[in-house]
């Protein structure tokens, strides 16, 4: 693995079910080609992100086979494999990617077990830490019953081909459907300073010790809250990514983050930022810009 300066990561650890994940986790979506399709232009600079952030010190790895589809994946076997035994993997089914390179759904029973079956395969593991059903769509739920596709995935969790279950894009609705089910243990929803259509499912989700993780730090921002954004992130002297990526560590104990890049200089960055303290000026000026 290469070699990195040993670092007190951000924010620490949390408990999803027996499993403890730190909290500044990495999204591998970016390691895949342009608009995560096809296999990336430089294989080698992927492998080298994902040695880095495991030597940096991150212990939770966020992914899907879709993206490429099964080329991030595979690097992930190729970079990290055999795993270390506190190195977590979490990834989603629930979708495909089409020859346009569009996201439609696939979650029929069948398609979601040929998913599990494939992300175990391209990932080389006999057993899959946390699976994600994605329900919605990039940006937000979409109401309805999930409970056929969330039994489907607890039927190969008694299997043994899953430890976990945890939703993406999902209501607070489907949450609770989910749960009287199978045990619920992480919630990947998009969130961020601008798009806090979430606040209550996050405090929802804390109270029931449930992870909130957030995707999309810096999506759906107008150039108004950038301007804020940014204005707070100079007089800092930091990153508007750093400032955005503390603000949600700072929002509740239960937030869990995974920033993806496919440079080793931002995934230093990332992690380094993600330790800014906010002052509580800072932190009442980014607070408002949800309502600007």
Known sequence: MASAESVALPGGAYRVGDLELTRMGYGAMQLAGPGVFGPPK??????????????????????????????????????????PDELHIVTKVGARRDEQGGWPHARTPAELRTQVHENLDHLGLDVLDVVNLRVGGLEAAEPGSIAEQFEALAELQQQGLIRHLGLSTVDAEQLAEAQSIAPVVCVQNFYNIARRDDDALVDLTARQGIAF??????????????????????????????????????????????????????????????????PPQATAELDAIATS
Do not use: C, K
């Open 42 to 83: 430089d294989r080698d600079a992927a492998v080298a992100v994902l040695r880095e952030a495991v030597a940096m010190g991150v212990r939770h790895i966020d992914t899907a086979d879709f993206y490429g589809p099964h080329f991030t994946n595979e690097i992930i076997r190729e970079a990290l494999a055999p795993y």
């Open 213 to 278: 993780v957030p995707y999309f730090p810096l999506g759906g921002f107008s150039p108004l809250q950038s301007d804020t954004l940014q204005a707070v992130a100079e007089r800092l002297g930091a990153s508007a990514m750093a400032v955005a990526l503390a603000w949600l560590l700072q929002r509740s104990p239960n937030v869990l983050l995974i920033p993806g890049t496919s440079s080793v200089a931002h995934l230093r960055e990332n992690i380094a930022g993600a330790a800014l303290e906010l």
